[in-house]
Nanobody
Framework: QVALVESGGGLVQAGGSLRLSCAAS????????MGWFRQAPGKEREFVAG????????GYADSVKGRFTISRDNAANTVALQMNSLKPEDTAVYYC?????????????????WGQGTQVNVSS
């Protein structure tokens, strides 16, 4: 069992930066692929970034590649998403996700646990 709690969302101007954090409980955190998804109003939840168990492999959606960076600290049971050069289209609720199947390019059906979400608003 893994419980996920996100923090770090907020309001930022276009071009700015935010850092999201996800704290996980449970002793098996290091066994999970971890990722971030987002959902904008009226849209489906979409994959943003993912990371493997060791943190040595990462994957990103094309829309955020080069701007966002995912990282994890297995000793602290945390995963982070550094978001730079933010755009208004990045506005969404961001969800931390954990899964043991598939790969670090998590898909919705492979996510075992979700956080409650944190709102990110980017103004133009």
């Amino acid at each position: 069992q893994v419980a996920l709690v996100e923090s770090g969302g907020g309001l930022v101007q276009a071009g700015g930066s935010l850092r999201l954090s996800c704290a996980a409980s449970g002793r098996t955190f290091s066994n999970y692929y971890m990722g971030w998804f987002r959902q904008a109003p009226g849209k489906e939840r979409e994959f943003v970034a993912g990371i493997n168990w060791s943190g040595g492999r990462t994957g990103y959606a094309d829309s955020v590649k080069g701007r966002f960076t995912i990282s994890r600290d297995n000793a602290a049971n945390t995963v982070a998403l550094q978001m730079n050069s933010l755009k208004p289209e990045d506005t969404a609720v961001y969800y931390c996700a954990a899964g043991r199947r598939g790969s670090y390019y998590l898909i919705l059906s492979q996510v075992d646990y979700w956080g409650q979400g944190t709102q990110v608003n980017v103004s133009s």
